[in-house]
């Protein structure tokens, strides 16, 4: 493979002064006991502070517990930071802070030539070795050659610079993630006095942690500036740093989500209800929603995912905008559910974080494979719109779009997320609600001729005759009905009128899609096409081949059901058509039965997320072969 | 919660008929659910609710079909899930009075759960499980609660798994006001139903309900008219428990089993139901008594405060 | 529309002696308390023993129970016998019996034109009358004009022939539809002793009953004997009448499923286990099953769709056959265990008896639009095979051909049968068990190189490693595994690889396939394609069209995943493909993405199978405009 | 069923490592899953059933990675599930020994309904009901166990609903053999786990767990050192039941409910269980008791026989 074709990052060893880069990745990792996420994102916090662009992943151990110093119990935080674009967190690593031989060996392919990696030498004890699986120690063996290795003895420097306060050495040595970040932060720099101050307010609550990791900090921080071995420190250059005024803040996909689903609500003057049940990667959108708690926001943690989806069901007959969040193995238990919510007509926004699958699978992996189950997982023919976001911050846009749908359609919607997405986090500005287009709900009004199932002409929605109103009381169900009145109707002919208006009204959504974005030459001869988070290294891909002088232009998919009207003439425009996705293929076979077009694919079903350079590679030996 | 908790007279505000829809009820003559329609509405008329604020909601069977004969909001659902959908519902909007009508395929077997989680959180919801023993809609299968031994489509050799008692199982769950009532009698279930409504807290009603196609006769001992007196007994608060043709037989207590003594006035052991107990120990073991051994409970077993789901967490 | 094109029935009036006919389609009409079904059933079986070809289908009312005398109330059975090819249960009525004015009324429309109808004059007051929605009497008003009517006093004769039997007037009025069965088989004739002596048989356990059911019967035969306006008897023409020796009986294709299962675990000499829960038309597969109970057939009825198969699933990891039936509520409610299935590699019969939805939908009628769950309804790539069953009896087939793929490959297998499939019946030999091929099961063998997942080269499957063997203890689970040590492993390219084995060893069953077997000429310009219980129908109306001299084949598709290597080239082969289903067009949609074929399609989703008559004049009014 | 029920002693037969794989467990260190991994390894051992007839399933959470760490048959089924996978293997072959590891999420959320009609149906069972009172391997939220007010990362404002009682409901459901065992002490473990295999038909033991990570000491009162006396209770069958630091304390019944007297010699109402009672009632009421306002039962709650399910239907 090609080395990422994003502009690298490249120390010169020459010059003494502060070193202007366009970007770098940096990665943190150690144990999971180690403070690493904490760090992590205060770098990350950082550098967006300072107008960078900033993408974060973090990375968790697949296990519950594996055992300290493992390879298995490696946690990472990786932050990519520049002043162009920064649509994914970094294909390879150009600095690496490794707290352990284990992670330095779980890092060590992710590393670019020449990258620095600092390493905390007092865990290279011969014992942390052999749990890493060295049976050498890489530090000593030349086998770090081509990457520029700066060993400091962390463990120790922090023992000894906070020796002397009311600590137990295990309370101690939790503090070397500050000197590590203090080393860090000295490197590129990032104001000190405010980081001192963060941490004073962090660790209120315990001012003897406080202070111990202020020390630390400190000790990490000066160790930079008079340790010999660092050329001089880094600084992102200065590029298009402007920004919107506004609340900024880093935001996970999770994050957006949650945030999405109350801005909706807020701005349709509903309630919003939530039903939701643990499970990785989705859970933090309903303990987000469960910090929010207002008396407009409810979120309800049910006893499974069947329930979670029964009470926004519920929620959503009552009047209420109605969603729920589950990853793959819950989308899997909310199929009869949706279908009840397809027949009643009801507004519901269902959230897919997926994960890698099938079944328990790797839960702590991401994919994109849980397509074709939105859009054909129920039975009967039941269809429903599916929209699937493209970066963290696009969480918050997709999801508003989503209850836009439900709302104007009278229909539950999918939103699919993944767990790249769901803990990846970047810069957004939260909108005030009124920013948001209005979100008109139509509420069904008393009257003599009052018919529960009367449909707007354009849209076939009916209108919202909600409980608790004086006139409108009438029964819904999940039997098929009769178009209008609502009443159950067993004639064949309404059943066959019903299930083609069912699937006229979501077709029919298509008037609501904005024209596709074409991100390049409109009639370049090949085309990327993607969905979900491949948009990130798409979108990367795309910049790198065009500045190559490439006839590649790329286009991404929000709305996977139903398909843009302008999709089918992007993708009959392209001699070559990529479709490209985390899965074997699912949106490829979607886009076939529906274009009858020979469309290529790359697939990488891996768990994790496209590099840039495995696509730009791709389409190289594509169009030499053309 | 904006409903009254004095209740109105039988008689007075609007008639049974204003919360029936114009529906023709598909039951099988003679089955149990009409007289449910008849109390549960009449009840309504009563409960000076003004109808729009009215849920009745139900699962899938045939007792599920209830909805459909009311004038109210009404939803049925799916099979099971209607406990799901009722809180919801409720949480949405907490100033519906929500009524949830489930049978015992429905409420025990595949939406056992969810009547589990229902009741031990405490929402202000009303639930009556119709309880027939049978799978109606799908033709006569056993169901959770059908007796042991009996023949069934699916149990050609007579059901094997012991029966679940769903008064024992709602006080288990925790349920704050649990009543058990036969379709037989629409007074004690209107007067059952009127104080489950006026109980804030979720209200769990057990209805002995008689299928007439698939399990006629289920409740013969407890609700026929030679049989009743010695097989059923009429729970009653703050006096010693008693029944039998002459009145004369005692439920007492012999290390903290129940026990039945026949005597003129109640022996010193005689055994008093205080619905407000701390613990639900003594109901669960009345709930338990079974004709012919021992009579049948009838009336409120549990009736307590405890926070209400929806105020619990504002 | 066009009369149907099967071998019309015509009453020649001129001819008084025996009238030889090809085919009829004979409809017994009532109410449900009336004992609709068993007349019709009695016909259906004399006319097979007869050695005709039949076709049954009943319909139910669709509400539990629908006033008496009403259109809801309606019960029908209609028996389609003939001596040629009889694959549907005939698209029009040329002989009806109706009880009462509802049953006449709800079958009006579905008469040929001259049809004979007998109706039951006794019952055709002004209140069944008005119960029926007629304001006019049919018989007095002119309005059945273009049949030939024969009132008959069936009610009335009954009584009187009953009279001074020791039984109440409800009772007796019980046995009316023995006085119908009499007439109808004088009318054909049947052997009226035989009948005699079965009606005995069957109401063995009360005499009176028996005695009173005789009576009616034999009255009712000699009305028909003496009453003038019946032209003349009428006896199915003698065609193709030999059958292999052997056991026949009706089947229906519910009762052919649970065959299918037991002989299949038989053949295996593996235990069956069968989880269910009832749900229409699903629940006889599982109370067949409870009623064949032995050591070796086992039918647990669970609390949910969901214990059901997970119970089915530990049956399967214990060694047994292990299998669930369904239709579409609960199969959405099974997609979770599936994928526990398809990723633990253990060996499942999932069948799913589709009625029309979607949702609780209207559970009384048939539809085929479960496909693309069946295909797709799990998350995470999840690939397993797909079957369908075309008519009752290859429900049989069907399900044994799905267990042989379960247990070669050691995979959940998906059958797809319909409401019209399961409660419609035909005459069927059933085989001995030695009469099916094989049905090897491999096993695992203990040794030092015990591997749990160590994989034929040619299938991918793995070896059975079944509990209770010493020497193969192992764990298996939904968390991705190793492919050959089944251990715990989240590697990314083995998650990758392994994505890549599972989906390789389900599209291998390609090779136990059997060449399709096309209706017609191979190279006939138009072809038809249909799968599941559109088979009678396409068949027919093959039949018809060739018999028309048009260019018309047909195939048709049991394996619906994977799909036969040949399809593609017959697809190919021909000019215009039709995809004929009961739904909006899933296998369309399905073959599309599969062969980027631009197919046309004929979709029905009206509750009920096609005519043969509607394919045929489709297929005219396609070669009109080619 | 061909298990023998005369039990070996500790010590003779196969050691307790021939029951661990090779697996290393990946629990926190300091989880209570390593004790009842050693006590359930230590019963296999014990049990005199070959290895290859043992099989331990289990659903989804960081207990039910247990199968894991055994060398015998192992399943790792659903999130909930586990109890159908377990019928269904027990009664495709009835000759395993089928030993179910379940979390209170896994069992009690998603599962409550599995292990409800589990316990119902009496087949030849072991279910062990590991409470830690949190979801530990999603990191931290409120179970159906968790305390009233507990802050989880999904109750930020603490636990509103009314926790189960695991034992009370294994009881109203029915089961033949209950009891209950901390994961402190091996011992007690063991032993219950050796009476579990004993009883023919289900078994239901709940062992409290404590998470060292997101529930740490959520059984101080009841398990530490100085605090157990007072606050828990051994079952002991034909004896009243007595407790305390001189154990003084005696359970006795006052109309119905239980009260404690303190005396040095048992007083004449002092409560003796019967875990053979013909109705559970007793026993119920003596699960719900809760610390500190009564001790926790520890023990052997119930201990019927009942036809098995397997048999039952064969
Ligand atoms: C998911 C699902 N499974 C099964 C069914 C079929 N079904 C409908 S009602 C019913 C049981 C009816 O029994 P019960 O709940 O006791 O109600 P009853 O008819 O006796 O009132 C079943 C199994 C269904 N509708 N949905
Ligand atoms: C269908 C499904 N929903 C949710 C999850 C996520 N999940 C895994 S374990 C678990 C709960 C764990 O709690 P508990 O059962 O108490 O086990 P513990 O980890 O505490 O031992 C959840 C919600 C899942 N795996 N599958
Ligand atoms: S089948 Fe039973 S429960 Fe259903 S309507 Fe008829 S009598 Fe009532
Ligand atoms: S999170 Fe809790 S239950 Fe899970 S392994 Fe750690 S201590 Fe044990
Ligand atoms: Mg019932
Ligand atoms: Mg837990």
Redesign the pocket.
């Known amino acids: 493979m090609n080395q990422a074709p994003t502009a690298a990052f490249t120390l010169d060893p020459d010059r003494l002064d502060v070193q202007l880069l366009d970007e770098i990745t940096v990665k943190f990792a150690g144990d999971s006991g180690d403070g690493i996420q904490l760090a992590g994102q205060k770098f990350a916090q950082l550098a967006s502070a300072a107008g960078e662009s900033v993408r974060t992943l973090p990375d968790f151990p697949a296990e519950i517990r594996s055992p300290i110093g493992t390879l298995g119990g490696v946690s990472g935080f990786q932050v990519r930071t520049g002043v162009g674009e920064v649509h994914t967190a970094g294909d390879a690593i150009d600095l690496l802070v490794a707290m352990n031989p284990a992670a330095l060996r779980a890092n060590r392919d992710g590393l670019r030539a020449n990258a620095m990696v600092i390493v905390n030498e007092t865990a290279f004890t011969s014992a942390n070795l052999g749990k890493a699986g060295y049976t050498v120690n890489p530090l000593e063996d030349g086998s770090l050659r081509g990457l520029r290795v700066f060993p400091v003895q962390i463990g120790k420097l922090t023992r000894t610079a906070l020796k002397g306060l009311p600590l137990s050495t295990r309370e101690i040595d939790r503090s070397k993630n500050f000197f590590a970040l203090g080393l860090i932060c000295w490197l590129f720099p990032h104001p000190k006095d405010e980081i001192d101050t963060w941490i004073g307010q962090r660790f209120a609550a315990s001012p003897e942690l406080a202070h111990a990791n202020q020390r630390a900090f400190h000790a990490g921080w000066n160790y930079g500036e008079t340790a010999e071995f660092f050329v001089s420190p880094l600084r992102i250059g200065a590029g298009e740093r402007m920004r919107e005024a506004g609340l900024y803040r880093f935001i996970t996909g999770n994050a957006a989500l949650a945030r999405g689903l109350v801005l909706a609500a807020q701005r349709a003057e509903l309630q919003l209800f939530l039903g939701g049940y643990p499970i990785t990667p989705a859970t933090e959108v309903m303990q987000e929603l469960g910090r929010l708690c207002t008396p407009a926001v409810r979120m309800f943690q049910a006893e499974d995912e069947i329930a979670a989806i029964g009470s926004a069901v519920g929620a959503a007959f009552a009047g209420a905008l109605g969603a729920t969040s589950t990853s793959g193995p819950g989308l899997s238990l909310m199929g009869?559910f949706l279908d009840l919510a397809v027949i009643a007509e009801l507004p519901l926004v269902v959230i897919d974080v997926q994960r890698a699958g099938p079944s328990t699978g790797i839960p702590t992996r991401s994919e994109q494979a849980d397509l074709l189950q939105a859009l054909h997982g129920r039975h009967g023919e039941s269809p429903l719109p599916v929209l699937a976001a493209a970066s963290p911050k696009d969480c918050f846009d997709t999801v508003v779009a989503a209850a836009r749908i439900a709302l104007r359609y009278m229909t539950p919607v999918i939103v699919l997320s993944d767990l790249s997405l769901a803990s990846g986090a970047e810069v957004w500005r939260e909108p005030e609600c009124a920013e948001l287009p209005p979100l008109p709900v139509q509420r069904a009004v008393p009257g003599s001729e009052f018919r529960p199932y009367r449909r707007d002409p354009e849209t076939l929605a009916r209108a919202w005759a909600i409980p608790g109103t004086p006139g409108l009381e009438h029964v819904i169900g999940g039997l098929e009905k009769a178009g209008e009145s609502g009443a159950v109707c067993y004639e064949p002919e309404n059943h066959e009128q019903m299930v083609h208006l069912r699937a006229r009204k979501i077709a029919g959504i298509v008037r609501d899609i904005p024209p596709l974005q074409v991100e390049g030459d409109r009639d370049a001869k090949l085309l990327l096409v993607g969905w979900g988070s491949t948009w990130g290294p798409i979108r990367e891909a795309t910049t790198w081949l065009r500045r190559e002088g490439l006839p590649v232009a790329s286009v991404h998919l929000r709305h996977l059901n139903p398909l843009p009207a302008d999709l089918g003439p992007c993708l009959r425009r392209a001699g070559t058509v990529v479709v490209i996705e985390n899965n074997t293929g699912q949106l490829w076979q979607h886009l076939r039965a529906h274009y009858l077009l020979d469309l290529q694919r790359l697939n990488k079903v891996q768990g994790n997320a496209f590099k840039v350079a495995e696509i730009v590679d791709h389409v190289h030996s594509l169009l030499e072969t053309v | 919660m904006t409903l009254p908790t004095a209740l109105p007279e039988a008689g007075s505000g609007p008639s049974r008929e204003a919360f029936l829809s114009s529906a023709t009820p598909r039951w099988c003559p003679g089955c149990g659910c009409f007289a449910v329609l008849k109390s549960l509405t009449a009840t309504y008329a009563r409960l000076g609710v003004p109808r729009e604020k009215l849920v009745t909601l139900s699962?899938?069977?045939?007792?599920?079909r209830l909805p459909y004969y009311t004038a109210t909001y009404g939803f049925h659902t799916?099979?099971g899930r209607a406990p799901t959908v009722a809180i919801g519902a409720k949480l949405a909007n907490p100033e519906l009075s929500v009524w949830l009508i489930s049978?015992?395929?429905?409420a025990l077997a595949?939406g056992g759960n969810h009547t589990l989680h229902l009741l031990r959180r405490n929402p202000d919801i009303k639930m009556l499980l119709?309880n027939?023993q049978?799978?109606?809609?799908?033709k006569g299968q056993a169901?959770p609660t059908s007796p042991l031994g009996l023949h069934t489509r699916s149990t050609p050799f007579g059901v094997s798994d012991p029966p679940i008692n769903p008064v024992n199982l709602a006080l288990a769950a925790g349920a704050t006001f649990v009543a058990r009532v036969p379709d037989t009698n629409t007074a004690m279930m209107e007067e059952v139903f009127m104080a489950a409504h006026a109980h804030r807290g979720v209200a769990f009603v057990e209805v002995l309900l008689n299928?007439v196609t698939f399990h006629d006769g289920a409740y013969q001992l407890i609700t026929g008219k030679d049989s009743r007196a010695e097989h059923s007994l009429r729970l009653q608060t703050g006096a010693p428990m008693r029944f039998g043709r002459d009145d004369d037989r005692w439920l007492c207590s012999d290390n903290g089993r129940i026990v039945v003594r026949q005597s003129a006035t109640a022996p010193a052991d005689a055994l008093i139901l205080d619905p407000q107990a701390p613990d639900p120990g003594l109901a669960q073991q009345l709930a338990l008594m079974t004709p012919p051994v021992l009579p049948c409970a009838l009336g409120i077993f549990r009736q307590v405060q405890a926070p209400v789901l929806a105020e619990a967490a504002a």
Not at chain 2, 59 to 64: D, L, Y
Not at chain 2, 103 to 106: A, E, L
Not at chain 2, 134 to 138: A, S, V, W
């Open positions: 009869e | 699962g899938i069977g045939c007792t599920s799916l099979h049978g015992d395929g429905d595949i119709l027939n049978i799978y109606g809609l799908t169901s299928c």
